[in-house]
């Protein structure tokens, strides 16, 4: 499986971003997905998760604001990002647990990752 992300860029704060994280090979439906982030300097961070049954749960700072989600295709899970803030500026990783099911938190837990892609936000 490869993952790769897109929809990152430059937004002003308040403003939305929807990011995208499509799969090649086997479709989504029986991983458990995330969404982290990193800045420099810093490590990885979780923001968003879902498990098999569409469960979800999210970092602290996001409730309210970001949804994750699965397309219908069941290859591609979304992270539609609202009210944006500066502190939301980084680069955003989706990652998928191939092996078992659950919500994961830390990056050990998930073994595919994609390559990133950058959310700037402006204030």
């Known amino acids: 499986v490869q993952l790769i992300e897109s929809g990152g860029g430059l937004v002003q704060a308040g403003g939305s971003l929807r990011l995208s994280c499509a799969a090649s090979?086997?479709?989504?439906?029986?991983?458990?997905m995330g969404w982290f982030r990193q800045v420099p300097r810093k490590v990885r961070e979780f923001v968003a998760g879902?498990?098999?049954?569409?469960?979800?749960d999210y970092e602290d700072s996001v409730k309210g604001r970001f949804t994750i989600s699965r397309g219908n295709a069941k290859n591609t899970v979304y992270l539609q990002m609202n009210n944006l803030k500066p502190e939301d500026t980084a680069v955003y990783y989706c990652?998928?647990?191939?092996?078992?099911?659950?919500?994961?938190?830390?990056?050990?837990?998930?073994?595919?990752w994609g390559q990133g892609t950058r959310v700037t936000v402006s204030s």
């Open positions: 879902i498990n098999w049954n569409n469960g979800t």
């Open positions: 090979g086997r479709a989504f439906g029986n991983y458990a």
């Open positions: 990652a998928a647990d191939t092996y078992v099911d659950g919500m994961h938190y830390s990056t050990p837990e998930y073994d595919t």
